[in-house]
């Protein structure tokens, strides 16, 4: 789409530099979304790598608390001192007992 009005030409020169101008002015804003697209798309993939790794953190960590409360209930730890080598609540504690089914004991 042309962004400039259409003037009334005094010499076919100058018809044709407008013209000119209008077909590159479109064409580089076909070539600018594509190019923008691209970038996006790349941009999206490496945030998406880095969101990933983090959730694999995350869930390594988890995992990592869940085998500890189930090895210290298992030898016989209080929640309290589960909670202090975890550095989480006694609360916290308890939920993620309850959700993964670990006996107390």
């Known amino acids: 789409m042309p962004t400039k009005t259409r003037p009334i030409f005094k010499n076919l020169y100058d018809k044709i530099v407008f013209e000119s101008e209008e077909r590159g002015e479109v064409r580089g804003k076909e070539i600018g979304k594509e190019i923008g697209k691209e970038i996006g798309k790349e941009i999206g993939k490496e945030i998406g790598k880095e969101i990933g790794k983090e959730i694999g953190k995350e869930e390594q960590l988890l995992q990592d608390r869940i085998s500890i409360i189930r ?4 030898q016989g730890f209080d929640l309290t001192l589960l909670s ?3 550095d989480l609540s006694v609360a916290d504690i308890k939920e993620i007992i309850a959700k993964n089914n670990l006996n107390q004991g």
């Open 71 to 74: 090895n210290g209930l298992q």
């Open 84 to 86: 202090l080598l975890l």
